[in-house]
């Protein structure tokens, strides 16, 4: 018999679970897999695995627990999330809805049993895609071709700034259309995340329902972090939003990102948003400054809670909106209590009686670190700052799991509340 790998997926999307199944083995016979990927930042990853066929020369990853790996329990996407960079330098040009494929290997001892590639995709063949540069804004609008008005995402990144494409082309790969949204960081955009006018949202709302492709009244937003926030905010002044989703938000508004005297992070109608700047106990910045001086990874959580420790008048206004809500975090997020924050906007919903739906999807071992799934997330718990590292929280293999589940669930609840 002749070693052969089997794989069972629904789709070639990057969220699909590959079950990888290899027959034709040995009995009962220590075999190595290896294997291979360069991102789309152009970094090349690597992981490992070896394991023992059974008495009928099979193996299955999603049963079978590695003997040696570069991950620790059976786990059928453990080769994939597991994976260690052995280069940290991106190349030039990102490319981030090309394919990426990954290249397996089987070994018995040095002999090669047999190799493969697994081609994974961010979008879909059919979807198109076009580049949003009017009235000052800036985007990447993601739709299908078929003159059908579908429900749409806005999709707004993190601190980072510019444009979450994988995440808008992954959505509208799932039926929507989707715009990525940059607000700042990029091109004309403000350089700082500074007082940025919230008016630019307003915008982009209004250009969507000018759009053929899109149903004006089934609008969705999702935002991540410093976007997770700025999602919550929209939301309650912008009635169009009918379905929001935070990824470690905050439903409090906090300083903005490199001003000094502090200052809010946006404004409306040519006045600053309230935001919260409470005292941070000394021991607090002497801990964060004990770890810039000795080289460590950065964590600003504790100095973001005491920051909105009793800043009532920095709460969003959740309650305003129109929209069917869903909140995710992870209990160990060390950017910001996203954890806390999430469940305050779900008492604050509460006490006001909220007539539309609401849910806080927590994961207690996760971090702050949640995208779409399917990537190494073994360099997700910290992040580069300034020259230095910060860090994210949580570990790779508990990171993993929450980010396939939180995206089902994105995926659901998006379908349910915008009736696509």
């Known amino acids: 018999m002749q070693a052969k790998f089997h794989f069972k997926q629904k789709s070639s999307l990057l969220d699909e679970k590959i079950n990888i199944e290899i027959t034709g083995l040995p009995e009962n016979q220590l075999v190595n897999l290896r294997a291979k990927m360069t991102d789309n930042l152009g970094i090349s990853w690597r992981s490992r695995a070896s394991f023992k066929s059974d008495a009928k020369g099979i193996i299955s990853l999603k049963r079978a627990k590695p003997l040696s790996a570069t991950y620790q329990e059976a786990d059928p996407m453990g080769l994939f999330w597991s994976m260690l960079p052995c280069s940290e330098t991106p190349k030039a040009q990102a490319s981030p809805l090309a394919p990426l494929k990954t290249q397996l290997e089987l070994r018995l001892d040095e002999d090669i049993l047999a190799t493969t590639s697994i081609v994974r995709r961010t979008i879909s063949p059919h979807i198109k895609r076009k580049d949003l540069r009017e009235d000052g804004l800036v985007g990447t609008f993601f739709y299908h071709e078929e003159n059908e008005a579908r429900p749409t995402i806005i999709v707004l990144g993190g601190s980072e700034g510019g444009l979450r494409h994988s995440n808008a082309a992954l959505l509208a790969s799932h039926g929507f259309n989707s715009l990525a949204l940059a607000y700042f960081a990029t091109e004309n955009l403000a350089k700082k995340l500074v007082q940025i006018p919230l008016e630019y949202i307003e915008k982009a709302i209004h250009w969507l329902e000018n759009q053929s492709q899109v149903d004006p009244k089934n609008l969705g937003m999702i935002g991540t972090s410093k976007g997770g926030e700025l999602a919550l905010l929209s939301a309650s002044l912008f009635p169009s939003i009918k379905a929001l989703v935070g990824y470690t938000p905050s ?120 995208t779409v799934p399917g990537l190494p997330t073994t360099k997700s718990h910290i992040a580069p700052y300034a020259g230095g590292l910060l860090s994210l929280g949580g570990k790779p293999r508990d990171t993993a799991h929450a980010q396939f589940d939180a995206w089902y669930k994105t995926v659901d609840f998006f379908k349910e509340h915008l009736n696509n």
């Open 251 to 370: 439903g409090i508004v906090y300083p903005g990102l490199g001003a000094s005297p502090a200052q809010s992070s946006w404004q409306y109608k040519g006045k600053e948003i309230p935001f919260a700047y409470g005292k941070i106990p000394q021991e607090v910045r002497s801990k964060v400054s004990r770890a810039m001086q000795e080289g460590q990874a950065i964590s600003w959580r504790d100095t973001y809670f005491y920051w909105s420790k009793g800043e009532d008048q920095a709460e969003i206004k959740l309650e305003n909106s129109q929209a069917a809500i869903l909140l995710v975090s992870g209990g160990k997020d060390e950017i910001w209590p996203a954890d806390l924050l999430c469940e305050r906007m779900i008492s604050r919903l509460k006490r006001h009686n909220y007539p539309y739906y609401f849910h806080h999807a927590f994961y207690p071992a996760a971090g702050h670190s949640f």
